[in-house]
């Protein structure tokens, strides 16, 4: 089905069902703010959500994503004749153990990444939820591993991820990485956190901060004006 986001400035066709384009795929390509000329990688594409999204906001750079299944691919491909987007995006089939090869390791600004997060003991509704949200071929160590592998020297890794399993990402990404900001995404005002962002600079030492981080919901269950501002007018997340 087709379905419109980003307050109608990105075009996509989806599955009816499974794993579709959300409020994270918006806030995590929201979160990197990519120089013209500088290269994106999304590891995990899906449909081109996020893609798309980054190249919105910042047509001056390259995007290019990974994504297991093809008939994501096939959709993503879809999605950026839709939008118009040939030569800036390209979403390209294949695992973390075999990449395409037009992908080289180190040569990334920005790799953004939404990972599965789901543990062994839930079950996905469909064959696709269940391939986004479970860890098929690859441990969680994996799937950061092959991230930080992606960035160069100085780039950074930018996830989104669920706030109670943070300790996942802070160790392995620590031992690679500095600079690293933590920016919680709050349901509402004064309840807990359900995702966090997370951002690391590859190969630097500079101590972590915690943001602020974004209210998304009035208590009437209105988006907050802030959040208002991201997803639907391409406002970005300033991290740095």
């Not at 799937?143 to 160790?171: E, N, V």
């Amino acid at each position: 089905m087709l379905d419109e986001i980003y307050g109608k400035r990105v075009k996509l066709y989806q599955p009816k069902q499974g794993f579709r384009v959300c409020t994270d795929t918006i806030l995590l390509a929201a979160s990197i703010n990519p120089e013209p000329g500088e290269h994106v990688l999304d590891v995990g594409a899906g449909v081109g959500g996020a893609a798309l999204t980054v190249s919105v906001r910042c047509p001056d750079v390259i995007v290019h994503g990974i994504e297991l299944l093809r008939e994501n691919v096939s959709l993503a491909t879809e999605n950026i004749k839709l939008n118009n987007m040939q030569g800036r995006v390209e979403i390209l089939c294949g695992s973390l153990s075999a990449p395409p090869p037009r992908l080289a390791p180190g040569i990334y600004q920005h790799v953004i990444t939404n990972p599965p997060y789901y543990d062994s003991g839930h079950v996905s509704e469909t064959e696709q939820k269940k391939t986004a949200n479970h860890f098929q071929e690859s441990t969680f160590e994996d799937w950061l591993r092959f991230c930080l592998m992606m960035a160069k020297s100085g780039g950074f890794l930018t996830l989104i991820y669920p706030a109670d399993q943070i300790h996942k990402i802070l160790g392995p990404i620590a031992e690679k990485m500095g600079n690293i900001v933590i920016y919680p995404i709050w349901p509402q005002k004064n309840k807990a956190a359900k995702r966090v962002i997370i951002s690391g600079q590859k190969s630097v030492k500079t101590p972590a901060r915690i943001l602020p981080g974004l209210i998304l919901h009035e208590p009437n269950g209105n988006y907050s004006q802030e959040a208002e501002d991201i997803l639907r007018h391409a406002k970005p997340i300033n991290l740095y």
